[in-house]
């Protein structure tokens, strides 16, 4: 029941708008507006609009009995200051962009939650974009994106649209890619190699004595480069014999524990004395695992098995499983910390950071 850790190095809310303070109100504005605004806010403080801007902006700019009558004004009004008007006076709109594949993959969780809570400390928040496996809606997304001009943003991948690619380049915004490597960043990256994990993950295995190996991977680009150096390593040390490629089993991603049933079901069809399967996600492991159980095959035994994410349940799989660990709180504090510096004026002296990986070695392998 040992867990051994290998590591790779050994190896915006929206808000009701008012427009300048100092324009004359148009007659039956707030009610045609549908919000309150700060010149409401003034009226009910029984001070001038641009004095409530002062309270809200800079309060050490007004006396302590003006600032607790806005505040208290604002507190009865409910109002929302319009933070995209003061962006646009101070060339800041205090949002950072993330753009993950999918919202629903686990695997990405730690690195949003790090981001979310690192940026916040900073006074940032985070606008969270969905991008999809296909690339198909990324180029749009950051298309917008850059329109509301956000302080940074932090993607996860390389950036491989030669378009969206030059508009960011164009735009000026400190741009983090994530969960990859390439000597060409956009700007600045935070990730680790894919390739680099599948050859360690072969190695791994082949050292354990398994000659028999199969893959259950997603059909995404970076899932897809981990299996390819997989089945590419395990060929050189001699664990693939034949002229047949080493068998693979392809799905759909976002990944899921039903798939990786099917996936073993399928493999073992064509090579039923399998003895390794890595995956490219701990959910089709897990699926593996539970298809594997219930054919009355010995896990680990008979069949070795190998994820990828270390999610939160993989320690508590009884066996427990093996898997590959991508520290994601680090990754999210690095990009955090780089769009931080970038945005105070600050040099980022080190632009490409490999933060590596680790094989947490349990039971299932």
């Given at each position: ?15 009701h708008q008012d427009g300048d303070a100092a324009s004359p109100r148009r007659r039956g504005s707030r009610k045609s507006a549908g919000g309150v605004t700060l010149r409401d806010v003034a009226q009910l403080a029984g001070v001038a609009p ?208 039903g798939q990786g049933r099917q996936g073993l079901a399928e493999l073992l069809q064509a090579q039923p004395d399998l003895d390794a399967i890595f995956c490219s996600s701990d959910l089709l492991a897990l699926g593996v695992m539970i298809e ?74």
């Amino acid at each position: 029941m040992s867990e051994n850790r290998l590591s790779s190095s050994e190896f915006p809310a929206a808000s009701h708008q008012d427009g300048d303070a100092a324009s004359p109100r148009r007659r039956g504005s707030r009610k045609s507006a549908g919000g309150v605004t700060l010149r409401d806010v003034a009226q009910l403080a029984g001070v001038a609009p641009i004095t409530a801007s002062r309270a809200l902006n800079t309060p050490s700019a007004v006396s302590p009995k003006v600032l607790q009558k806005v505040r208290e004004a604002v507190e009865k009004t409910g109002y929302v200051p319009n933070l995209l008007a003061g962006g646009l006076a101070s060339n800041k709109s205090r949002l950072v962009a993330v753009v993950v594949p999918t919202v629903i993959g686990p695997v990405f969780q730690e690195i949003v939650h790090t981001l979310t809570e690192t940026l916040a400390a900073a006074g940032y928040q985070v606008m969270l974009g969905q991008s999809g496996y296909e690339n198909s809606r990324e180029d749009a997304l950051l298309e917008a994106i850059i329109g509301r001009r956000p302080d940074g943003v932090v993607l996860t991948g390389i950036m491989r649209s030669a378009e969206a690619r030059k508009r960011l380049l164009a735009s000026g915004i400190p741009v983090v890619e994530t969960w990859d490597l390439t000597p060409t960043p956009i700007d600045m990256l935070v990730g680790f190699s894919h390739e680099a994990i599948g050859r360690e993950v072969a190695r791994y295995l082949h050292q354990r004595g398994r000659k028999k190996v199969a893959v259950v991977g997603g059909r995404d680009e970076r899932s897809q480069r981990r299996m390819n150096a997989f089945a590419q390593e395990c060929v050189a040390l001699g664990m693939h014999e034949g002229r047949a490629p080493l068998p693979m089993h392809h799905v759909t991603a976002p990944t899921t524990l039903g798939q990786g049933r099917q996936g073993l079901a399928e493999l073992l069809q064509a090579q039923p004395d399998l003895d390794a399967i890595f995956c490219s996600s701990d959910l089709l492991a897990l699926g593996v695992m539970i298809e594997a159980q219930s054919r009355g095959i010995a896990i680990p035994e008979q069949l070795a098995v190998v994820g990828f994410g270390d999610l939160e349940f993989s320690r508590d799989l009884q066996p427990r499983l093996t898997t590959v660990r991508i520290d994601g709180t680090g990754i999210g504090q690095r990009a955090a910390r780089f769009i931080i510096d970038r945005a105070a004026g600050i040099e980022v002296a080190e632009r490409v950071v490999d933060v590596g990986f680790s094989i947490i070695a349990r039971d299932s392998a």
